[in-house]
């Protein structure tokens, strides 16, 4: 794990960032004695903006900052807001409003406001993604593991009396920020938490940077510019490759890159791959066409949950829909074909590698 913590701090110091893959630290846990965070700061030549790193574990996934030019209580202030928002999102955190949430056997729950509308974007993007994204997924969830190499998955019965227990639509949001769920489903903000974390990093860190990269498991989010005054470069994972392996360069400023592929958190079982995007509707890891779906927004959250439901909707529904919601995004099918939204190609500076 050390191992992984350098590398990805190594990853995080080069100018293009990669999105982690099936074999990456997503999902594992760091071990007992590893502290949460390590950073480094790098003396800056005369007249430019210093570089300060850091690599933290939270939300069971590695985060990695680089920040030019940040003043020295940024990124300790980053770290207190990884672990504020782990113990108000994360289900396994005991307390957490999702936990209260999952545990409440269908009474209402009193969260914090910031939960509440997090809470209330998901509702509409399961609506506007017709229940493709949908966080009362747990009860499926639960049932696969794709990260700690059991390869558990359900039998077909206990994945079919799962199914009616996923359904956002029964997810109530009261007044005064109760949330009310009926006994038995549970919610999992997996597919769209880190992005909304990684907004609120962004806020942060905005005005008090001359520019950066936050990469919150997978969503990362380009503010400013590096010292030299170009953009980000932003690497495309190659989903037959293995993990950091770019496929295309992307360069844009203060925007959001999220990533949502099949060839992450995956296990084989008789060459059929199983991966950790569920159909809502069958309860099984998604069977479009796309292998990937990159998103492009300065909504992260919105981004991460819309790549998510992409996944699952397969080329022809995500075209449509983003076209429609005037979002850019980039799919790579499973036969390896690139799909771009309109006008993708003018707005983003893409190169292929
Ligand atoms: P990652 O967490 O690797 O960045 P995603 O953002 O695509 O990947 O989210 C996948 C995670 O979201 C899963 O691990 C699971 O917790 C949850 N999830 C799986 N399928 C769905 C779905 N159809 N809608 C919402 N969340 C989902
Ligand atoms: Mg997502």
Request: with cysteine; proline share 5%.
């Amino acid at each position: 794990m050390r191992k992984n913590i350098l590398r990805l701090l190594a990853l995080a110091a080069s100018a293009v960032m990669l999105l982690t893959g099936c074999s990456a630290p997503n999902g594992e846990k760091a071990p007992e004695e590893t502290p949460r965070q390590q950073a480094a700061v790098t003396a800056a030549p005369e007249g430019q903006a210093q570089k300060t790193s850091g690599v933290g574990f939270y939300f069971d996934t590695v985060v990695t900052v680089t920040l030019y030019g940040a003043d020295e209580e940024l990124l300790p202030e980053i770290w207190t807001l990884c672990e504020k928002y782990e113990n108000l999102l994360s289900k396994t955190v005991i307390g957490s409003d999702v936990y209260r949430i999952n545990h409440a056997k269908g009474e209402p729950v009193t969260v914090d406001p910031e939960t509440w509308n997090l809470l209330k974007r998901a509702k509409e993007i399961n609506e506007k993604t017709g229940g493709a994204f949908c966080v009362t997924i747990a009860p499926l969830s639960a049932q696969w593991d794709f990260t700690h190499g059991t390869n558990m998955m359900p039998t077909d019965e206990e994945r079919l009396a799962a199914l009616p227990l996923v359904d956002d639509s029964k997810l109530i949001l009261g007044e005064n920020n109760t949330v009310t769920l009926p006994q038995g489903m549970q919610i999992d903000l997996g597919g769209i938490a880190k992005g909304y974390i990684a907004d609120q990093g962004a806020a942060l860190a905005a005005g008090r940077i001359h520019g950066g990269t936050l990469n919150f498991g997978g969503n990362v989010y380009a503010l400013g510019y590096k010292p030299d005054g170009t953009a980000f470069n932003m690497g495309l994972q190659d989903p037959e490759k293995s993990s950091g392996s770019a496929l295309a360069v992307l360069t844009k400023t203060d925007i959001s890159m999220v990533t949502s592929g099949i060839y992450e958190r995956c296990f084989f079982v008789e060459d059929v791959r199983y991966h950790h995007i569920l159909d809502p509707k069958t309860g099984l890891p998604a069977d479009s066409d796309l292998s990937s779906v990159t998103i492009l927004s300065p909504s992260s959250m919105d981004a991460d949950a819309y790549a998510t439901a992409c996944v699952v909707l397969g080329s022809e529904k995500s075209l449509e829909l983003l076209n429609g919601l005037g979002m850019d995004a980039v799919m790579i099918t499973r036969s390896g074909e690139l799909l771009f939204t309109d006008g993708f190609e003018e707005e983003y500076s893409f190169r292929m590698l």
